[in-house]
C-alpha cells in the first residue's frame, strides 16, 4: 500500500474519533474531529506500516469523505497552534458542516468557497487572515455566497508557541503543571457589581433557583414544544421474552419468505440477512403504512458497515427493502433454510448491529422532535420568548440551571424504535434539504445494557431508513435510503 502521512495530532483526533486506523477504508468512517490534545507517537503505539507521522500533514482529512466537524479550537487547545502545511485538502471535504480553524496558522479565506456544506466556521484573528473579502470579516460575518448560512466568528486564539511534534520524544507532549494559583478575573468582571443591570430580567430567572425542583417556565416550555412537534407514529418494543415465530415482526433471524421469489443476495451472490420485518397484518398499522403484507430490510452479512454506503455512491446497494403484498403462514423454517438464508446463529462471518432474533411489538404512539434535531435550538428560543424569556446568544443549554435543563432532556428523549414520526441521529441529518427522503420508514436505535445488550450500533448509535412519503403510500419501496451514525 502506498505510504500516506499523518501529524501526530491528527492521528491522536482519528484515534479518538475511531481508532487507529488499520486501512485506508477506515478513513470513511470518520465524521466528526474535534479532540487534537493527544497526540499519537509511534514510538509507543503500533502504528500501520503504510502511515507514517510526519509534523504538519493534514492531507488525510481530504480522504474522509464523511467529516462533517472539525475543531482545531483554541479554546480546547493546550499545546498551542498546531501548524499544518496545505490546507488544500478542504477541497475535498464536501460535507463539512462545522469548522474551528482559530487554533491553525489559517490564512487564505478564500478556501472556505470549496465548502459547500458549511454552516458555521471559527478563524484566526483578522490579522492573520488574507483574502477577507470573500468573508467581509467583522466580529460576526455572514456569507452573502451562501445565502446567509454561515456564520463566521472571527475568535483570537489563546497566544502560545507553535508546537511542531518531535518523534520519540512523548514528554513534549504532555501539558504543564497547572497553576497553583487561581487565574485573575478580568477587570470588567472585578468592576461588574452582582446582578448587574446588563442582564435583563427576562434572563435573570433561568440561571437563579439552584433547588431540587423544575421551574413551571422550563415545564410549560417542555409541554409547547411537544404540541408543537407531536406526529403520529408508531413504536416498536422489543420483546426479549417472546419467541417470534418465522412470521412474526422481529429484528434478525430467519426472515419469512414468499418461496416464488428469487433470494435476495449481495454484491457478491451471496444471501442477504434480516435485519427487520414487520407483519402488517398482525400490526394494526395505518396509511400511510402499509395495512396488509410484510415489510422487510436486509443487509450485506460480511460488510462492518452492516451494508451502508457511506460514499455517496449507488452501486454497492448492500441492502434491501423488500414488500410482500400477502404473507403465507404456512411456509415453514426448514423450506427457508433451504433457500441459503442466514439466522445469524452459525459459524458464518456475521456482521450485525442486532444481537440475535427478537420479537417487537408495534403500536401506535406520538412521536416528538429530539433535541438533536438541528430545528429543535432555533423552535425552543422561539417558544420560551413567547413565555416572556430570552436566552440571548446562549443555547437552552448553557442558558438554563441545571435543574431545568435536566427536566428538559429527561422529558424530550430521543432515540428508540420507531415507524414515521421524528428521526433521531447521534451526529447530523445526512439527508439533502429539501430531498425526496422526507418520511421515516424504519429507525432501529441502539438498546440495551451490558449483558442485556439487544442493538448495538457501531459506538452507541442509530440505524434509520427513509422514503418519499408518496411512494410509501403508494407501496413503492424500490428507492429507499439507509444511513447509520455513532458517536
Excluded at 500500500?1 to 478513513?27: C, N, Q, S, W
Excluded at 468557497?113 to 466556521?121: F, H, Y
Excluded at 420568548?385 to 422529558?411: C, H, I, M, P, Q
Aim: charged share 25%; with cysteine.
Amino acid at each position: 500500500m502506498e505510504t500516506k502521512y499523518i501529524d501526530h495530532f491528527l492521528l491522536g483526533a482519528v484515534r479518538d474519533a475511531v481508532g487507529i486506523p488499520t486501512v485506508l477504508y477506515d478513513l470513511k468512517r470518520v465524521k466528526k474531529l474535534v479532540k487534537f490534545d493527544r497526540p499519537v507517537d509511534p514510538y509507543y503505539i503500533n502504528v500501520a506500516s503504510w502511515l507514517k507521522t510526519k509534523p504538519g500533514a493534514f492531507e488525510l482529512l481530504g480522504e474522509m469523505p464523511n467529516l462533517h466537524t472539525l475543531l482545531i479550537s483554541s479554546t480546547t487547545r493546550v499545546y498551542g497552534q498546531i501548524y499544518i502545511n496545505d490546507f488544500s485538502f478542504l477541497k475535498n471535504c464536501k460535507k463539512l458542516k462545522k469548522l474551528d480553524l482559530s487554533a491553525t496558522n489559517f490564512t487564505d479565506c478564500r478556501l472556505l468557497l470549496d465548502l459547500p456544506a458549511l454552516q458555521s466556521a471559527v478563524l484566526p484573528p483578522l490579522s492573520q487572515l488574507i483574502h477577507t473579502e470573500v468573508i467581509n470579516c467583522t466580529d460576526v460575518i455572514s456569507r452573502a455566497e451562501l445565502a446567509g448560512k454561515v456564520r463566521i466568528i472571527a475568535e483570537r486564539p489563546v497566544k502560545a508557541e507553535i508546537v511542531k511534534p518531535v518523534e520519540k520524544k512523548w514528554e513534549k507532549f504532555l501539558p504543564s503543571e497547572p497553576s497553583a494559583q487561581p487565574a485573575a478575573l478580568p477587570e470588567e468582571a472585578k468592576r461588574a457589581p452582582t446582578g448587574s443591570p446588563k442582564a435583563s430580567a427576562a434572563q435573570e430567572p433561568l440561571q437563579q433557583a439552584k433547588g431540587k425542583e423544575a421551574s413551571e417556565m422550563i415545564k410549560k416550555l417542555v409541554e409547547l414544544f411537544k404540541e408543537r412537534t407531536a406526529q403520529d407514529a408508531y413504536s416498536l418494543t422489543i420483546q426479549p421474552d417472546v419467541q417470534p415465530d418465522l412470521c412474526g415482526s422481529k429484528l434478525s433471524g430467519l426472515p419469512y419468505w414468499d418461496l416464488s421469489k428469487p433470494v435476495p443476495v449481495d454484491g457478491e451472490g451471496k444471501p442477504m440477512l434480516l435485519l427487520a420485518q414487520i407483519n402488517f397484518d398482525r400490526a394494526g398499522t395505518a396509511a400511510p403504512l402499509p395495512t396488509h403484507g410484510m415489510l422487510q430490510f436486509f443487509i450485506r452479512s460480511d460488510d462492518d458497515v452492516f451494508g451502508a454506503c457511506f460514499d455517496g455512491e449507488d452501486e454497492d446497494k448492500n441492502f434491501r427493502v423488500i414488500y410482500h403484498g400477502t404473507v403465507d403462514e404456512s411456509v415453514t423454517r426448514e423450506q427457508v433454510a433451504a433457500l441459503g438464508f442466514l439466522d445469524g446463529t452459525g459459524e458464518e462471518k456475521i456482521y450485525t448491529p442486532v444481537y440475535r432474533e427478537l420479537a417487537v411489538k408495534v403500536e401506535k404512539a406520538v412521536s416528538y422532535m429530539t433535541l438533536a434535531d438541528e430545528q429543535a435550538e432555533p423552535l425552543l428560543k422561539e417558544l420560551a420568548r413567547s413565555l416572556g424569556v430570552e436566552f440571548g446568544g446562549k443555547t437552552s443549554y448553557d442558558a438554563l440551571n441545571k435543574e431545568d435543563r435536566d427536566y428538559l432532556w429527561d422529558n424530550i428523549p430521543g432515540g428508540k424504535h420507531w415507524m414515521l414520526g421524528h428521526p433521531y441521529f447521534t451526529q447530523y441529518d445526512p439527508r439533502d434539504p429539501g430531498g425526496p427522503y422526507d418520511t421515516l420508514l424504519l429507525q432501529i436505535d441502539t438498546d440495551g445494557e451490558g449483558r442485556d445488550d439487544y442493538v448495538m450500533w457501531g459506538d452507541a448509535g442509530v440505524g434509520n431508513f427513509f422514503i418519499n412519503r408518496e411512494k410509501l403510500e403508494q407501496l413503492d419501496f424500490s428507492d429507499v435510503m439507509y444511513t447509520w451514525d455513532c458517536c
